[in-house]
């Protein structure tokens, strides 16, 4: 899902997952998964998975993209292609900020370039821009506002 979250549409084949892997920036999003604040949810759909959003929490000298603050978490979000725009990635986002929030994070981010569609649903959300790094939007929402409810598509 990360693969897909950094190129929607490149072939997330073995070779991808390798460059990705190699690159310092990129393999920080998932190197070490389960330290404090890392967390997430998943989409099945009969039995396969389909979709996840998932969170992070970055230290300063290894910033994601889309990097606020130490106590900011850092989220992403992707849906296998032939699932998408059928309420899957909304059920997933609104799930994960629930349970973020209920874990007692105050703060969420992301890092979206300005012509992605998904901006509109994390305006939905309360995400506003709050800057801009290497041509991409950091997004940021208050955790405190979101509902807690977990959604079904
Ligand atoms: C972003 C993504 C996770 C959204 O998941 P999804 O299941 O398609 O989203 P939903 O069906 O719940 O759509 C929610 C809203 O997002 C917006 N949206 C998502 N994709 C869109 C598109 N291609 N065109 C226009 N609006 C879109 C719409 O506002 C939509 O609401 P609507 O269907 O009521 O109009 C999915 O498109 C995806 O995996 N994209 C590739 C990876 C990616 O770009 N990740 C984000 C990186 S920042």
Redesign the pocket.
């Known amino acids: 899902m990360l693969l897909?979250?950094?190129q929607?549409e490149s072939r997330h084949d073995v070779a991808f997952l390798g460059q990705v892997l190699a690159d310092p920036h990129l393999a920080r999003y998932v190197r070490g998964w389960g330290r404090r604040g890392d967390g997430g949810v998943i989409a099945e759909e009969a039995g396969g998975r389909v979709?996840a959003?998932w969170y992070r929490l970055f230290p300063a000298d290894e910033p994601g993209y889309g990097f606020v603050d130490e106590r900011t978490l850092e989220l992403?979000?992707?849906?296998?292609?032939d699932?998408?725009?059928?309420?899957?990635?909304?059920?997933?986002?609104g799930a994960a900020l629930s349970d973020a929030a209920s874990e007692g994070f105050a703060a969420i981010s992301?890092?979206?370039?300005p012509d992605?569609?998904?901006r509109?649903?994390y305006a939905?959300f309360g995400f506003v821009q709050v800057g801009m790094v290497e041509g991409s939007w950091t997004m940021r929402a208050e955790l405190l506002q979101q509902p807690k409810r977990r959604a079904s598509?």
Do not use: K, M
């Open positions: 897909r979250a950094i929607p979709g959003c992403g979000i992707a849906v296998v292609a699932r998408r725009r059928r309420g899957v990635g909304r059920a997933l986002l992301l890092s979206v370039e992605n569609p998904s509109l649903l939905q598509p």
